[in-house]
Each structure stands twice: as structure tokens, then as C-alpha cells.
């Protein structure tokens, strides 16, 4: 299982599943942020979209994701000031511009965009700007992990995020092989990084000698980047979190800390948000899980595709419906 959405892309698009016996099989896990981003976090900016003086500065990726009545797309052309960013920064840069405004930021993502995030509400103190929010969102990837394994999947070895080990360094999964005799390796993002990963899994399964290692040898490190780290340390605590088709996974997911409250949208802006709803047709949640693939849900290429998308896993180029659609010619 590949738990990058990344990863998923690039396998997909360069079909490196054909090239594999047929006892070898890759499946998608939770590894887009904003697949795993529940409707209610949706519906919260939807409901926050709605309020007067109030500017959305978001991913391009969020824009389209339904919620449980409606989408941010949906509400921009309806009059909403939501705006396009990529990056923090760029949203700050917005609220400074904008004194009169109440600017939300919705922070998501894993290791990877966190320390980004963290940045960016020092800076916001730094530089007075006090009309500057985050409706933080940010996950992180090892809980979510440990609890496909506890679900049961069927998993002989996880492909692990580059970009999120660079970060974090690779010991934080080595719990996995520890506790579960599952085999990690981390691995980049090229055809050659990801079926060089594949064989090293495959030797791990057959020496029966599970463990964590670093195909990414270019960019990850046993202990990570100590700076970035520190910095989400700084400002986020974990928290327990709500992943789509996972559940309530306990301390899977980042809050803002007390010490930084006046950025914390969901502390300082109250509104009210309708009964969050899933659509009980779409199977994105099992997708994530690795217990079904996108062909196995009865709207993909049907109802749903990439210019009508019915769930999260179809919006974003990383998730695995949008990537076994556009490159289904490579399976």
C-alpha cells in the first residue's frame, strides 16, 4: 500500500502496475490530504464563506470537494470572496491587504504542510496582522496507518511518503515493523524510485525480516528536518481527529495551541454548521481504507469523473479515482 497521493499519481500515470508479476499488487491508501479532509470541515467553510467580511484564501484543491449541500465552488458563484492561494504566505499577504476583512485560511495537509502553516501564524504575530484565522485541518500520517493495519487490510508492506519522511525523518514509522512485522520503505517519486521501493519490500517479505528503510536517500534522513519540526511543535498539539472513512482516530490530528488561540478560527469565529452528511453511493471511504478500488464504485466513470466529481478521491489530482480515470489506459 502506497499512503501518498503522490505516489499514487505517478503509479498510475506511468503504469507501473503492468509491470509487476500478478502476485505483486498496489493499492491506494490514505495519502491525499484532502481526501481524507471530512465533509465537516467542508461545511464549517462553506458556513464560514457565508458570513459578511469574511475572504476564503484556500488550496485551489478544496475549491471543488462537496461538502454535504454544497461546495466552495458552488458558493463562490454564488457571490462568496473565496480566493485561490499556494501558500500560506500568500493568504497572509491577503490579510494584511485587507485590514477591514476577516481572512480564514484552511491549513491542511500532513507533516509535509504543517511546519508551512506553523510559519505562517508566527509571522502573522510577528507582523501584527490580527484579521489573519487558520480552520486547521493539518493530520499526520502514522495513526492512520496503524489503524488500516488494526482494520484488517490485507497489507504485506507500506510504500511510505517521501515528502512527509523528509520531515519527520524515517523512525517515525518504525513502530510498523516493530509491532506489526510490516516493512516500510520510503521512497521518491520517479518510476524508478517506486519499483526499486516495491523490490526492496518484496526482498524484506521473503528474507521474513520486516523493517523501515530509506529508499529516498536524496532527501530523508533517520531523524528529519529538526527546524521544521520544531516549529510545528511550537504552535500545534495533537489531537484526536476525524479522517473520511476512517473515523476518530486518536491523536491523528494537529490543533492550534492555546498559546495561539487568536489565530484559531474555529475558537475565535463562531457559526453555525448544518448536520454533516456523506453520500451513502460513494465509496471513498473503503478506497482510503485499501478495501476497494475505484472500479469498484458504481459511479466512477459513470456519474462521477473529474468535471463532475460526486467524492473527495475524484477532485484532487492526487486522489486515486481521479488517478485511475485519467490514466485507466495504463492498468
Not at 509535509?112 to 507582523?127: C, L, Q, Y
Not at 520503505?185 to 520517479?190: K, L, P, S, Y
Not at 464504485?297 to 463532475?308: T, V
Request: hydrophobic share 40%; glycine share 10%; net charge negative.
Amino acid at each position: 500500500m502506497e499512503v501518498c497521493g503522490g505516489h499514487t499519481a505517478a503509479i498510475r500515470r506511468f503504469g507501473l502496475s503492468s509491470l509487476l508479476p500478478e502476485n505483486i499488487r498496489l493499492i491506494s491508501g490514505p495519502g491525499c490530504p484532502v481526501c481524507v479532509t471530512g465533509n465537516g470541515f467542508i461545511d464549517r467553510l462553506i458556513a464560514y464563506s457565508r458570513m459578511e467580511g469574511v475572504i476564503i484564501a484556500t488550496f485551489g484543491d478544496l475549491i471543488r470537494i462537496p461538502g454535504s449541500l454544497s461546495s466552495l465552488e458552488k458558493e463562490r458563484s454564488g457571490g462568496a470572496d473565496i480566493r485561490i492561494v499556494f501558500s500560506g504566505p500568500e493568504a497572509l499577504e491577503i490579510a494584511a491587504g485587507n485590514p477591514d476583512k476577516t481572512i480564514i485560511f484552511p491549513g491542511i495537509g500532513f507533516e509535509t504542510t504543517a511546519p508551512g502553516t506553523a510559519v505562517t501564524i508566527k509571522e502573522a504575530r510577528r507582523s501584527g496582522v490580527e484579521n489573519f484565522h487558520v480552520l486547521c485541518g493539518h493530520k499526520i500520517m502514522p495513526p492512520a496507518m496503524e489503524a488500516i493495519l488494526r482494520d484488517g487490510a490485507a497489507i504485506d508492506g507500506f510504500i511510505c511518503p517521501g515528502h512527509v519522511a523528509s520531515i519527520t525523518g524515517s523512525s517515525i514509522f518504525d513502530f510498523i515493523p516493530e509491532k506489526y512485522q510490516i516493512g516500510c520503505v520510503i521512497t521518491g517519486f520517479e518510476p524508478a524510485d517506486l519499483l526499486y521501493a516495491v523490490y526492496m519490500l518484496v526482498k524484506q517479505v521473503n528474507e521474513c525480516s520486516p523493517r523501515t528503510e530509506i529508499q529516498y536517500r536524496r532527501a530523508v534522513t533517520v531523524s528529519g528536518n529538526s527546524i521544521a519540526m520544531g516549529y510545528m511543535n511550537e504552535v500545534f498539539i495533537t489531537v484526536d481527529d476525524t479522517w473520511r472513512g476512517l473515523g476518530l482516530i486518536p491523536l491523528s490530528g494537529l490543533a492550534i495551541r492555546d498559546e495561539y488561540r487568536e489565530f484559531d478560527a474555529e475558537r475565535n469565529l463562531i457559526v453555525p454548521v448544518t448536520d454533516t452528511r456523506e453520500n451513502k453511493m460513494c465509496i471513498c471511504g473503503d478506497i482510503l481504507r485499501g478495501l476497494k478500488r475505484p472500479s469498484d464504485c458504481r459511479l466512477f466513470a459513470a456519474i462521477c469523473s473529474p468535471g463532475n466529481p460526486v467524492g473527495a478521491c475524484m477532485v484532487s489530482n492526487e486522489g486515486a479515482c481521479n488517478s485511475y480515470f485519467k490514466y485507466s489506459i495504463n492498468e
